[in-house]
């Protein structure tokens, strides 16, 4: 199983951070899972608030993340890419990871990666925190990013770390 070995940090207060969620539209079952299980870890940590923005595909996450990022100290990605017969799979895989990544180190604004990027539709279900899946990847994502932002803002505040 991929999430074998992940860390299980317990939620923290994030109530002061203002959190937007930016959500794919496509494969819509998938998708509300994992728009289900960030929101989870949202409540779990306290986040008051937050934005959540649909857009058509995992394509248009890294635009919409880059817009909003100037005005939140985290930002999840929520989006699913499954492999078809063309090479369609690894430009839009490419194209969202490398956007999302520039969009985080270029605002230095966390972005919880929640994108699964699958062979088939039924590895997209055990990783999207649905009733009877294996894995919660929205859940993940959202703590990430939230973990990471409360981090970034005590190094900012040069709080220490310790």
């Not at 999430?3 to 930016?22: M, Q």
């Not at 939140?72 to 369609?88: F, K, N, Q, W």
């Not at 929205?138 to 709080?159: F, I, M, N, P, Q």
């Amino acid at each position: 199983m991929a999430g074998h070995g992940a860390p299980t940090p317990e939620p923290t207060d994030c109530h002061d951070l203002r959190v937007a969620v930016v959500a794919a539209s496509w494969h819509t079952e998938v998708m509300d899972g994992l728009l289900a299980g960030a929101q989870r870890a949202l409540a779990d940590h306290k986040v008051e608030a937050p934005v959540v923005v649909r857009v058509p595909g995992t394509f248009e996450l890294p635009v919409m993340a880059a817009a909003l990022a100037p005005s939140y100290d985290a930002i999840i990605a929520l989006g699913v890419v499954i492999r078809g017969g063309t090479p369609h799979f690894e430009y839009v895989c490419n194209a969202a990871t490398d956007g999302l990544t520039r969009v985080s180190i270029d605002a230095q604004t966390p972005v919880g990666f929640g994108v699964l990027t699958c062979d088939d539709e039924q590895q997209a279900l055990d990783r999207a925190g649905l009733e009877g899946s294996k894995e919660d990847k929205g859940y993940e994502a959202a703590s990430a990013a939230l973990l990471t932002a409360a981090t970034l803002k005590k190094v900012r505040r040069r709080d220490g770390l310790g």
